[in-house]
């Protein structure tokens, strides 16, 4: 076979596998044929993988083998362990391992193509333009930087996720926290602009390619600088818009390799983490803008929380609750991050088939921001064999808010806090949340009053329907499902 | 450069137009695995790590080619792996 029948049954190859993965994305537009789609998804990248293998010169089979086995062996113990609690790190680091392929191979690419220019054939001398042509290593230097970036931001990320801490001299630094580094608007602009002078460095001169490791260097700099500001609440942006940039650098490389299906894949993922960074903004009422560079203050101006709270907290027991429910029609769980922490899931599909068995109707009301990553609720939910039904959206739910009985708030805060309609001052002012303060009756399942990550004071937990629990989320609702069952 | 360039720019945006409209139809519930399986489809860099690991240009280009092929592959079975994992939860009710 020539050399030109190889490139035309390769690339129709990497057509059908592009085809595969938009109906494998479509397929996930609903839970029924979203496991098809998932399976079109990977026959796509099987079929991408063999067509390279097949047209390509390989002369290393022992590289690919021991690659492919190994990454294989690792990703497939990580998917099978991985508790659906810690689904937002896992996304995270494989945000990472998307950046860090990138760059890998934008910098293999451009060693190889400096092999060749350099070559003294007159051969290679007439491919040396083609070779490092302006768009090949323009395309380079932007797989480097984005790869570099979203590499060292997922794992600022991850450690955030996961909650890791350091001690230093005694002290606790959580790695959630917010580090606010004195100028760093100034530190990261001028980061900025030095990545930008080192690729421009590399297009001059694209034979010096030390210029390309020192400027995966400093993209990984202003990837840790740009990531460690951001606190807990915003990791659901941060984490969309990682994802983002790893396709986006897999597209970069596309444009080195002038290989269209990297191009369409890396589109559909570039699209896809933006489209959920713009859902998660608009649910936080803040600009990208906003989340990246700007920082949630404690409100000054606003009431503290001995005004808000003072006399009117209401303590209730699970005994008093198992009351409160006694024939109630229909009952509304609001979950929050609190869930996840204490790991509730099962214990409130227990209580919910309690409730369901007694004629309520229990239903799910997701906020688009609650837990640490879009979606994060419903997987947990789903884990406990709560069918996917019972899971509304904030908006299909609120209208409906005032025929409820009772709504649960389990670990949530921020996404209930009514301030966000009444006080235009407040640093939540405009967000669309629950309403659960027009429901009958609250019940707030939290361990104390403590605020959530706007650290303002919640008015509903005072208001005259709200009946405080204060409790382990797990426990309160052993507590409720054995005080229903003497009741 | 040039033609190449504008070709290889038209997939892009194309791909960028059609990503959008398929994605924004992806309810909330499967936020999650949606990213997951994301994070396998940008794993579609292991073909460029295949074609650098295999070519055997210079030992550098082989050995950066080999580290991206063992992290794309890692993003492709995983990612796809735990999508299903979780799918299958959302199925088991449906």
């Known amino acids: 076979m020539d050399e030109q029948t190889v490139r035309i049954i390769q690339n129709s190859a990497y057509l059908i596998a592009s085809v595969l993965f938009i109906f494998g994305l479509k397929g996930l537009t609903h839970p029924r044929s979203a496991v098809r789609g998932n399976l079109m998804g990977s026959l796509a990248m099987l079929l991408a993988v063999v067509a390279t293998l097949w047209a390509a010169d390989i002369v290393n089979w022992q590289w690919i083998i021991v690659g492919l086995v190994l990454g294989s062996g690792i990703g497939a113990f990580l998917a099978m362990t991985v508790p659906m609690t810690g689904m937002p790190q896992m996304v995270g680091l494989f945000n990472g391992f998307g950046g860090a392929a990138s760059f890998l191979v934008a910098g293999g690419e451009l060693v190889m193509r400096i092999r060749t220019a350099s070559a003294e054939t007159v051969e290679a001398a007439a491919t040396v333009g083609n070779d490092l042509s302006l768009q090949a290593i323009i395309a380079i230097a932007a797989s480097g930087l984005i790869g570099a970036l979203t590499l060292s931001g997922s794992l600022v990320a991850v450690a955030k996720l996961a909650e890791m801490k350091v001690t230093i001299g005694g002290k606790k630094y959580w790695a959630s926290d917010s580090v606010l580094l004195p100028g760093r608007h100034l530190i990261n602009g001028l980061t900025m602009v030095l990545a930008i002078v080192l690729c421009v460095a590399l297009v001059k001169d694209p034979t010096a390619s030390s210029w390309y490791w020192i400027l995966v260097v400093v993209s990984a700099v202003l990837g840790v600088l740009v990531t460690i500001p951001i606190g807990g609440a915003d990791m659901p942006v941060v984490i969309a818009l990682l994802n983002s940039y790893s396709g986006l650098a897999a597209c970069a490389t596309g444009f080195v390799l002038s290989n269209n299906v990297l191009i369409i894949a890396g589109s559909l993922v570039g699209a896809s983490g933006l489209i959920l960074t713009s859902i998660m903004c608009k649910a936080m009422n803040r600009s990208l803008a906003n989340v990246m560079f700007a920082t949630l203050g404690p409100a000054e101006d606003g009431p503290s929380a001995d005004e808000v709270y003072a006399g009117k907290i209401k303590a209730t027991s699970a005994e008093e609750i198992a009351m409160v429910l006694d024939g109630v029609q229909r009952v509304v769980i609001v979950p929050g991050y609190g869930m996840a922490v204490s790991q509730a899931q099962h214990a409130v599909r227990d209580f919910a088939n309690l409730l369901e068995g007694r004629g309520a109707e229990v239903e799910f009301a997701i906020h688009p921001v609650a837990g640490r990553m879009p979606g994060h609720m419903n997987v947990l939910l789903a884990e406990a064999d709560i069918p996917y039904e019972k899971l509304l959206e904030m908006d299909e739910i609120n209208p409906t808010l005032e025929t409820v009985d009772v709504a649960i708030v389990l670990g949530a805060n921020d996404v209930v806090n009514p301030v966000a309609r009444t006080d235009p001052k407040s640093p939540i002012a405009g967000m669309p949340i629950i309403d659960v303060d027009k429901c009958r009756t609250v019940i707030v399942i939290k361990r104390s009053l403590s605020p959530g990550f706007a650290g303002i004071p919640n008015p509903l937990f005072a208001l005259d329907n709200t009946l405080m629990f204060f409790n382990d989320g797990k426990k309160a609702f052993a507590e409720l499902i054995a005080a229903l069952k003497d009741a | ?94």
């Open chain 2, 1 to 94: 450069m040039g033609l190449e360039l504008v070709t290889l720019l038209t997939i892009f945006v194309l791909a960028m137009i059609v990503g959008r409209e398929v994605i924004t139809k992806v309810p909330p519930t499967l936020h999650t695995p949606l990213m997951s399986g994301s994070n396998a489809i940008s794993g579609i860099t292991v073909v460029g790590a295949l074609i650098a690991a295999g070519a055997g240009a210079t030992w550098t280009s082989t050995i950066l080619g080999f580290l991206a092929l063992v992290f794309a592959t890692v993003n492709v079975v995983g990612g796809f792996l735990v999508s299903h994992r979780m799918l299958m939860m959302f199925r088991k009710k449906g």
